[in-house]
């Protein structure tokens, strides 16, 4: 296999650098979708809701179940029909996972008020609960997902696209636009923002603040479930451990734009998709996690509220 | 007299268990539980100095693991095995430099927490986790890229180092050591975080803005502070090294690092006592999960049900482990301790010793 | 009235040229100057947002000016930290009352020794001699500060657990035990009823009196202000706007204007 020097100089560079620059804006679409989840959930609850980069794994595998089901034969519907019905299936899924999650072990710590810290960790072991139960009830081998859409490769100049890439980066610029309306243009959106700036003050002016919760965790995880459908198409082996190290990215990619911001977030995972895919086209590919952790601190350094967010300081 | 009556029983206990091992009354399976209780100790006591006394909220504390790990096992293996040549110096004086060895992956280990400690000036708490997090990547993903450590196929060969002492004298030797490291890292901690000194921790975690007025340099005692917890969690790596005789960098990532912060949570942050029961609780459970005919029986209303599914005890432990501390969280997130030691729940102990 | 302690020959305690504090578009404090002299009592009052807990901030260390000078004892404090204004003598107390709760109040003032303790992680580990000898010596010089502010009877209690006006005698006592040359009192008086206030007024007055220390301290309970400090400096908008004894400023119509408002409004 030729190594990405050799086609380095059988290309022109022009070529070079669009095709990267396609394949990091299709790579950080993905943790684009993901830290959208992230920041939302942090924005109104200031909760590291470390089990979602799983429930990207979780939409990942729902999104596997529901589409050889509707393959199959009880059903069976064209590839291309299966695909249709498939994303919306696989988000309402992955937003009832997301919300029972919430209800079952976020909420009862919510009410009791307990500390914010509780609440993390016990974010951090429902994800180590969703993998090793997935990899207990599925077992350790790897599911192959089936192919929906025909890939359609076109060759413009020297720069090959495939219609799944511009499938995932367009999801991802409308996912984005969508959730800026939410968030700035509708009553839910402003309830949203509204209860990070003051959650106590929120039920006082007649607001439900838990269905407010229960619309952000319906938004980052069916978002996330998308993501996972969409990557499940894109690299099509699934595992246990899919969501682990692309979770964890994502929510640095979220803070290193700014967290509880959305724009932030879209940024932040584009950035990451472009420092991924420049390290690993100069560098051997082990070094990949190795630079993007890098980049990333040294970012959160230098202005340790991310990009976009805004400096917190506590009053004296 | 009645003051030493602990100590009295914990050298008793720990001659005992080094007798016991040494004339195969208990088997190395045993042993091995037992280091592993050791190890455990130092580990979530090291943990509890960052996350409960001071209060920060880390997740990568096995990176500092990691390194001791190797470290040491490298400088072992230039000093008494063959892999990277002749050794170093004579098998005799293993006794001597084995120890130091460890210390010497405990320093480097503690130095290498200033990446953690001197961003921790400047953030908030999630931020920290971040950086922890990612530094433990980093630190994995780095030696993985180091081939002349194995990268990520592992390093062995600091096995000859226990053969060296185990000619001189055919004992338990790694039991030896985990149990001296074990009480030096507990009585480091205890001495540490109870002089006035220590007591700083305490009050950077409670108000740190008050701690910075009151003269408490607080970047300073923070740089310490996680230079011992990383220092000693870098001593555990090293024994943990030498007693499996073979390292590899994912032997110490992020689930390594949760388990630490499992044992520190469930003990009760900033309690010293509460991470050292935490911490047998722990392995205890583990072993106990670890035993395929347990975990069925626990299983079997749900395999009754579901007759083809044969889970496997290794892949349940870690769906158990985090629901145990989800419940913990949920009914008693304080943890065993709360903040107390176990002094202050049960005052009679404390006529049996005095901890100075 | 106070009586006069100050020692007008000797090192301001505290000067202050020139400060300008500015956090984005919004100037918190305008050229603010001030010179206290060992031995005096001084306040600082002003509506609500003038600036003054900014310029508090500034003196101990917290920001770092935008413009400016802070001289403690005639030194330079450019780039210090907190900590080490504390160890050239400037000691403060907050508005809201900033106690180690969760420590017992002889650990309270032990730990303020910090700087001074003499010893540090290997002695600690060591328990050498140093140690014990420096442990013995910050214990006693504890205990015989809070039998001097009669809360002895409380070493082995937790501050959540005493009474609000104790608390706040507890923060000045442990502010005090790091023999500061200046102490500031931030709102020393804010969340006390009136039998409490009095108390403090008594209390500070005595401090005033036994201690060689200056006082520095914002209030917004007049009667306090005007019955302990002999020198009041007013602010506003982060300016200074009227300077001068009790009676001066009592009736001097800048100030009456920033309290009150303009007629003409």
């Known amino acids: 296999m030729p190594s990405r020097f050799q086609r380095f100089t059988k290309e022109n560079p022009v070529d070079f650098i669009i095709q990267n620059v396609l394949n990091a804006l299709q790579w950080g679409s993905f943790y684009a979708l993901i830290a959208l989840g992230y920041t939302l959930v942090y924005g109104v609850l200031r909760l590291i809701n470390f089990a979602h980069g799983d429930i990207f794994m979780v939409g990942a595998y729902i999104s596997f179940f529901v589409a050889g089901f509707l393959l199959g034969p009880i059903v069976g519907l064209s590839p291309v029909m299966a695909f249709v019905v498939t994303v919306p299936l696989t988000m309402a899924l992955t937003s009832l996972v997301g919300v029972t999650l919430e209800r079952i072990a976020y909420r009862p710590l919510r009410r009791k008020g307990a500390h914010r810290l509780y609440v993390v960790i016990t974010a951090l072991m429902c994800g180590l609960i969703l993998e090793y139960s997935n990899l207990a009830l599925l077992g350790a081998s790897r599911l192959k997902f089936p192919e929906l859409i025909e890939k359609q490769i076109w060759n413009l100049g020297g720069v090959t696209l495939t219609n799944l890439k511009v499938m995932v980066i367009v999801a991802a610029i409308l996912v984005f636009l969508f959730l800026q309306w939410v968030v700035t243009r509708t009553r839910v959106g402003m309830a949203m923002r509204a209860i990070s700036y003051d959650k106590f003050a929120i039920p006082l002016m007649g607001i439900p603040i838990d269905s407010i919760i229960v619309v952000t965790f319906i938004l980052g995880s069916g978002f996330a479930g998308l993501a996972g459908l969409l990557f499940a198409m894109s690299y099509p082996v699934l595992e246990p451990f899919m969501g682990m190290l692309i979770g964890w990215k994502a929510f640095i990619a979220a803070v290193v734009g700014g967290i509880g911001d959305i724009k932030g977030a879209f940024v932040g995972g584009f950035l990451l998709g472009f420092i991924e895919v420049g390290v690993v086209s100069v560098f051997p590919s082990t070094y990949r996690d190795l630079f993007a952790f890098t980049i990333l601190l040294l970012i959160l350094w230098m202005k340790p509220s991310g990009l976009f967010g805004i400096p917190q300081s506590t009053k004296i | ?277 935490s911490a047998v609780i722990f392995t205890g459970l583990l072993e106990v999960l670890r035993s395929q005919a347990i975990v069925d029986g626990l299983l079997s209303p749900i395999t009754f049900m579901f007759p083809d599914w044969e889970p496997s005890a290794g892949v349940i432990k870690w769906v158990m482990i985090p629901l145990l501390l989800v419940i913990v969280m949920q009914f008693r997130p304080e943890g065993i301790m709360g903040n107390r030691e176990l002094g202050d729940v049960f005052p009679k102990l404390k006529k049996f010793y005095r901890f100075k | 009235m106070a009586q006069t302690l100050v020692q007008t020959d000797s090192t301001p305690v505290l000067e202050v040229r020139s400060l300008t504090q500015r956090f984005g578009g919004l100037t918190a404090v305008n050229d603010f100057n001030v010179k206290l002299l060992p031995g005096e009592m001084t306040g600082l009052i002003g509506p609500n947002g003038a600036g003054k807990t900014t310029v508090f901030n500034l003196v101990s260390g917290f920001y770092q000016p935008t413009e400016g000078q802070i001289l403690v004892d005639g030194k330079l404090t450019a780039g210090f930290k907190p900590h080490k204004v504390t160890a050239l003598g400037v000691a403060r107390t907050f508005q809201n009352i900033r106690l180690w709760n969760d420590m017992t109040v002889l650990d309270n003032i032990r730990v303020a020794q910090h700087h001074w303790l003499g010893y540090g992680l290997f002695h600690s580990v060591v328990r050498s001699k140093r140690y014990l000898q420096r442990e013995a010596e910050i214990a006693k010089e504890a205990n015989e500060l809070l039998e001097v502010f009669d809360l002895q009877k409380f070493a082995d209690e937790l501050p959540k657990n005493l009474p609000y006006g104790t608390q706040r005698k507890l923060e000045i006592a442990r502010a005090l035990s790091t023999h500061p040359k200046l102490l500031l009192l931030d709102e020393p008086a804010a969340g006390l009823n009136s039998s409490d206030v009095k108390d403090l007024i008594r209390l500070v007055r005595w401090i005033h009196e036994n201690f060689d220390v200056s006082i520095w301290m914002i209030e917004h309970h007049m009667d306090v202000v005007m019955d302990l400090c002999n020198q009041i400096k007013v602010i506003d908008f982060g300016q200074t706007i009227a300077e001068g004894t009790p009676d001066e400023i009592r009736n001097h119509p800048a100030v009456i204007t920033a309290y009150l408002g303009d007629d003409n409004i």
């Open chain 2, 1 to 277: 007299m009645k003051k030493y009556s602990l100590n009295m029983l914990l050298i008793v206990f720990a001659i005992g268990l080094l007798f016991a091992a040494h004339f195969r009354i208990i088997d190395s399976y045993i042993q091995i539980v037992v280091m592993t209780i050791g190890i455990n100790i130092m580990m979530s006591t090291s943990l509890n100095l960052v996350n409960g006394n001071m209060g920060e909220f880390t997740c990568g504390h096995a990176a500092f693991m990691c390194i001791g790990a190797y470290i040491s096992s490298i400088l072992s293996v230039f000093c008494f095995g063959t892999k990277f040549g002749a050794p170093l110096l004579p098998a005799a004086s293993v006794v001597i430099v084995f120890p130091i060895i460890l210390l010497i992956g405990g320093a480097v280990a503690a130095l290498s927490s200033l990446l953690v400690s001197v961003p921790s000036f400047k953030t908030r708490d999630d931020y920290l986790a971040i950086i922890s997090i990612a530094v433990n990547y980093m630190i994995i993903s780095a030696i993985e890229n180091m081939d002349f450590v194995g990268g990520s196929r592992g390093f062995q060969g600091m096995k000859d180092t226990v053969w060296a002492m185990i000619d001189i004298f055919d004992g338990p030797w790694m039991l030896f050591w985990v149990i001296n490291f074990t009480v030096f890292t507990v009585w480091v901690i205890r001495r540490f975080i109870s002089s006035t000194y220590g007591k700083g921790v305490n009050a950077i975690c409670q108000d740190e803005v008050a701690a910075e007025i009151m003269s408490v340099n607080t970047n300073k005692i923070k740089i310490i502070n996680f230079m011992v917890a990383a220092g000693l969690a870098g001593c555990a790596g090293g024994l943990y090294a030498h007693i499996i005789g073979y390292v590899n960098p994912q032997s110490f990532n992020i689930l390594k690092s949760t388990e630490a912060m499992v044992m520190v949570y469930l003990g009760g942050m900033g309690s010293l006592s509460g991470a050292i029961i």
